[in-house]
């Protein structure tokens, strides 16, 4: 029914930038928080940053300053802008949405997430 779809990761080399965006397909009514997570090689998906619908943004300790979460409501985009970026953020980067969307029986909600963009840094 719906469905997000990542695209900006790659490599880059520590100190340099990468814009990462997820954007929502599908019947969507509505895209309440949104958010990005990571998942570095064996271990576990943690919280980089999230975004209220209202645009309040929650970082994690280890991104501020640094990252900046954003989001264009009319495109159901979320974007992840990472700079002065090191060998400690490479990750597979996931995005995930809260989503209302329409079907056949009403609306209904879906707690979605991305494919997964890896983001490799080079020190």
């Known amino acids: 029914q719906v469905q997000l779809v990542e695209s900006g990761g790659g490599l880059v080399q520590a100190g340099g930038s990468l814009r990462l965006s997820c954007a929502g397909s599908g019947s969507i009514f509505r895209i309440d928080d949104m958010a990005w997570y990571r998942q570095p090689p064996g271990k576990q998906r943690d919280l980089v940053a999230d975004?209220?619908?209202?645009?309040?943004?929650n970082y994690a300790d280890s991104v501020k300053g640094r990252f900046t979460i954003s989001r264009d409501n009319a495109k159901n985009t979320v974007y992840l802008q990472m700079n002065s970026l090191k060998a400690e953020d490479t990750a597979v980067y996931y995005c995930y949405a809260g989503i209302i969307y329409y079907s056949s029986s009403g609306y209904r909600t879906s707690r979605s997430w991305g494919q997964g963009t890896q983001v490799t840094v080079s020190s």
């Open positions: 975004i209220s619908s209202a645009g309040s943004t």
